[in-house]
């Protein structure tokens, strides 16, 4: 069930069944020259809602923007400071916890968002402990990462090997050239395969890494792989859904 598509009636009922939720996040930003700059949004979206389609959990709007600093080299790109962002997922988990849902697992398509979104977990956690005597529900916050199931990484050392890298990766721009066909492009490759490295802020990221890309060779894209690594997703990410539901009856 997508929240955005439901009414207020019908997400009264859900609650009467279920306390858990489903929070896709994401990013904008440059995807280098082959990939969409909605590709983190993009790919936790489809399959948060795939997901959603599979367990019957409700799926709540996608957070589009996240902390990208490190791609404002790059046309297109928007990030949201650290602090902004943390202040952002509070104000989302709370409205909801107002509601009633208790448990909110989010469905992560960028990397660069884990430190501040874990970070976010420990503020709404620590409320709570430092104010004993709330009455507000205790909550619990996952964070998942579509790429990181085992089934995932087999899959992309299968199809990619080495060319996998790790940013603009042949497998995220598969899934947005499955969800989005008429969206495909097609770019050259020079070098075939991107430089690696560690990079600080965006001109040090523009400087080290010329068209965007990390490592990965992109061109190794296609829908039918994308089909794949979506079905993959979804078949991994449903089964930790119910689990992190079911680890507490309260939350079930
Ligand atoms: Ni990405």
Redesign the pocket.
Known sequence: MQLQLATWQEVEAYLTQSRGIIMPI??T?Q?GPN?LVG??AL?AEVIARGVGDKTGACVAPTISVGMAQHHLGFPGSITLRPSTLIQLIKDYVQSLQRHGFERFFFVN???GNIATVTAAFSELYAERSLDPRSNAPGIRCELRNWWTGPGIGALSKQLFGDAEGS???AS?VSVTQYAFPDSIKSARMEPKVAPRGKFYDADDYRRRFADGRIGSDPSLATPEHGKRFYETAVDEISVDYRKFIADDPVGG
């Open positions: 994401g990013s930003e995807h990939g590709t983190d790919c398509g960028h990397g940013h603009a990766t995220e």
